[in-house]
């Protein structure tokens, strides 16, 4: 594995699974990392090296594309090439490894391609009979500035960890959340002011859950400890549980559908091209 893709898919791993930049990770969660890591690897290298990989190719205009839309998420140059350093990485390795990820996502969707779309009436059958499915959680829009307490970091052992959420907490009163939380958080949100988006209730931590109603709409709230660390969360709206009607739940019943047969498809391939190479 070459080091740009080891420390690529470490970001894009710890990212998304622990919400977490890879330099904040404990011990047993960098082994996990590495783990998945090792996995992903052996499946793109397998499908970059497929007969069907050989025949795909990932024009200028698209990796720039990708390329643009990775800067785009960060407030500034000077953030984007942060995190780049952060991450081992420099802008031809990104520029490497965002190819490879563009060149695996369009074999994959050249392998599963062919699916029929989900009718109305199979969708609204399968609508009748799971209602109970269909009950929307309330959903919150948060922004949220989080210290982790990692007991193998001296810095972010309990008490220090808990004194930079206070002072954290104490520049709120005169800054602005996205100032503050690119300057304390260690959410990968940092970045983008603070804003995690619409939440479901029943992914968020329960000690953030029991928050969330007494707040107002902007209000910051205390510090919450979880069994990550320590967070201050801002409301910026808010949509009560309810039942979902067909009408709504139709176009997602479809991608659902989609995504499935999709991902039926592509395992099925992977499975037989990761046998045939033992």
Same mark, same amino acid.
Request: charged residues 25%; hydrophobic residues 35%; proline residues 4%.
């Given at each position: 594995? &070459? #080091?740009?893709?080891? $420390? *690529?898919?470490?970001?894009?791993?710890?990212?998304? %699974?622990?919400? !977490?930049?890879?330099?904040?990770?404990?011990?047993?969660?960098r082994q996990?990392?590495?783990?998945?890591?090792?996995?992903?690897?052996?499946?793109?290298?397998?499908?970059?090296?497929?007969?069907?990989?050989?025949?795909?190719?990932?024009?200028?205009?698209?990796?720039?594309?990708?390329?643009?839309?990775?800067?785009?998420?960060?407030?500034?140059?000077?953030?984007?090439?942060?995190?780049?350093?952060?991450?081992?990485?420099?802008?031809?390795?990104?520029?490497?490894?965002?190819?490879?990820?563009?060149?695996?996502?369009?074999?994959?969707?050249?392998?599963?391609?062919?699916?029929?779309?989900?009718?109305? &009436? #199979?969708?609204?059958? $399968? *609508?009748?009979?799971?209602?109970?499915?269909?009950? %929307?959680?309330? !959903?919150?829009?948060?922004?949220?500035?989080?210290?982790?307490?990692?007991?193998?970091?001296?810095?972010?052992?309990?008490?220090?960890?808990?004194?930079?959420?206070?002072?954290?907490?104490?520049?709120?009163?005169?800054?602005?959340?996205?100032?503050?939380?690119?300057?304390?958080?260690?959410c990968p949100?940092?970045?983008?002011?603070?804003?995690?988006?619409?939440?479901?209730?029943?992914?968020?931590?329960?000690?953030?859950?029991?928050?969330?109603?007494?707040?107002?709409?902007?209000?910051?709230?205390?510090?919450?400890?979880?069994?990550?660390?320590?967070?201050?969360?801002?409301?910026?709206?808010?949509?009560? #549980?309810?039942?979902?009607?067909?009408?709504?739940?139709?176009?997602?019943?479809?991608?659902?559908?989609?995504?499935?047969?999709?991902?039926?498809?592509?395992?099925?391939?992977?499975?037989?091209?990761?046998?045939?190479?033992?």
């Amino acid at each position: 594995m &070459e #080091a740009y893709q080891r $420390h *690529y898919l470490t970001a894009k791993v710890a990212t998304e %699974r622990f919400k !977490l930049n890879p330099e904040w990770l404990s011990d047993q969660q960098r082994q996990d990392v590495d783990t998945q890591v090792a996995h992903l690897f052996r499946i793109q290298a397998a499908v970059l090296g497929s007969e069907l990989g050989t025949q795909t190719y990932i024009h200028d205009n698209e990796l720039e594309d990708a390329m643009n839309a990775v800067k785009e998420g960060y407030p500034s140059s000077e953030d984007f090439y942060r995190a780049l350093r952060g991450q081992k990485l420099s802008e031809s390795d990104l520029s490497l490894a965002l190819k490879d990820e563009l060149r695996c996502n369009k074999i994959l969707e050249l392998v599963s391609s062919d699916v029929p779309e989900l009718s109305e &009436e #199979a969708a609204f059958e $399968h *609508y009748q009979a799971n209602q109970e499915k269909f009950v %929307r959680p309330s !959903l919150w829009e948060l922004s949220q500035i989080l210290v982790t307490v990692n007991s193998d970091i001296e810095e972010n052992h309990r008490e220090p960890a808990f004194a930079r959420i206070q002072a954290a907490k104490q520049e709120l009163k005169e800054w602005d959340f996205s100032q503050v939380a690119l300057k304390y958080s260690e959410c990968p949100s940092a970045v983008n002011d603070g804003y995690l988006g619409w939440c479901e209730e029943p992914k968020l931590f329960p000690q953030i859950v029991q928050q969330l109603p007494l707040l107002d709409l902007m209000e910051i709230s205390s510090v919450i400890e979880t069994e990550i660390g320590f967070h201050v969360v801002r409301v910026h709206s808010v949509k009560p #549980a309810g039942q979902v009607s067909f009408e709504q739940a139709y176009p997602y019943l479809k991608q659902k559908h989609q995504q499935r047969a999709r991902a039926y498809l592509q395992k099925k391939w992977l499975t037989q091209l990761l046998e045939t190479q033992g």
